[in-house]
């Protein structure tokens, strides 16, 4: 039996206790455990016997304490969950049992905590209204389990930018925010989030999310996407614009000083 149809046995199995289909759609946080639990108890769909005894051994106890972890992550999100705001037809559809399937799969393969809460995020967030229908939360899955961890801790700066309406920023910008780390590892956390598409960069150092970015960036934080296009990438462009003419004007000042500073060399002063 596969792990969704261990799931619908045991959803059947407590119909008679909760109800109609109606009440076990309002019962969205049970659903969403049960689900995992089922997950859980299957089979976690990687060859182990190729490690050998000793290897599958320890390869399952890296992937339990893994297990367990995100567990914790998904009871933090669910501790917060407003109820009032679940997606009831989204918790029955294919596409969430999908969903949960996929991020537990990757979950248990990392020990990551920036990368089990952005799945724990994402995975509630898919049951929420305006996040739930999203297009592409399935690709969304598959670029969280491709990110570094510093390409999280950037993409964490940005989405925190994104949210005040800051949607131009430098490589500096991003550094400054992230201390403990140098700028190498900012140019390169960037350029891996440039090929993973979230990322779009007008020149060298200044980025702004993209399309993609924008929607993984709502999925992260239920947080509704611009209705207008049009107006998002305008106001994209014109906080670009104004970073250009202030670096533009910094060049210029720094020009006249260096000017100046050679004119009073000339004068011997």
């Known amino acids: 039996m596969s792990n969704l149809d261990h799931y619908e046995s045991k959803s059947s199995g407590k119909a008679g206790e909760l109800g109609n289909s109606g009440e076990i759609a309002a019962s ?4 969403i455990l049960s689900l995992l639990a ?19 051994v320890l390869l399952s106890a890296w992937q339990t304490e893994n297990q367990k972890s995100f567990q914790k992550r998904i009871e933090q999100e669910l501790s917060q969950l407003d109820q009032e705001k679940l997606d009831k037809e989204a918790l029955q559809s294919s ?26 995020k994402g995975l509630i967030n ?13 690709a969304f899955v598959r670029i969280v389990s491709q990110m570094s961890d510093e390409e999280l801790q950037v993409f964490a700066i940005v989405q925190n930018a994104w949210k005040e309406n800051v949607l131009a920023f430098g490589q500096e910008f991003i550094r400054e925010a992230l201390p403990g780390m ?10 891996g989030l440039k ?12 980025f702004r999310l993209s399309l993609l970015g924008i929607k993984l ?17 305008t106001l994209q462009a014109q906080q670009i614009e104004g970073k250009l003419e202030a670096r533009m004007r910094k060049i210029i000042m720094q020009d006249k000083d260096q000017e100046l500073r050679r004119k009073l060399r000339n004068l011997g002063m």
């Open 95 to 120: 596409e969430f049992k999908e969903i949960v399937l996929r991020i537990w799969n990757e979950s248990v393969l990392t020990e990551s905590s920036l990368k089990q809460e952005a799945f724990a």
């Open 217 to 233: 960036a709502s999925w992260l934080n239920n947080k509704g996407e611009y209705k207008n296009i049009e107006e998002l990438q």
């Open 28 to 31: 969205g946080v049970l659903q």
């Open 182 to 191: 140098d700028m190498q590892d900012v140019q390169l956390a960037c350029e």
């Open 38 to 56: 089922a997950v859980a108890s299957g089979p976690s769909g990687i060859a182990l016997t190729a490690f050998g005894a000793g290897g599958t």
């Open 195 to 206: 090929q993973s598409r979230v990322l779009d960069a007008n020149n060298s150092d200044i």
């Open 126 to 138: 898919s049951t929420l209204c305006h996040t739930s229908k999203l297009n592409g939360k399935l």
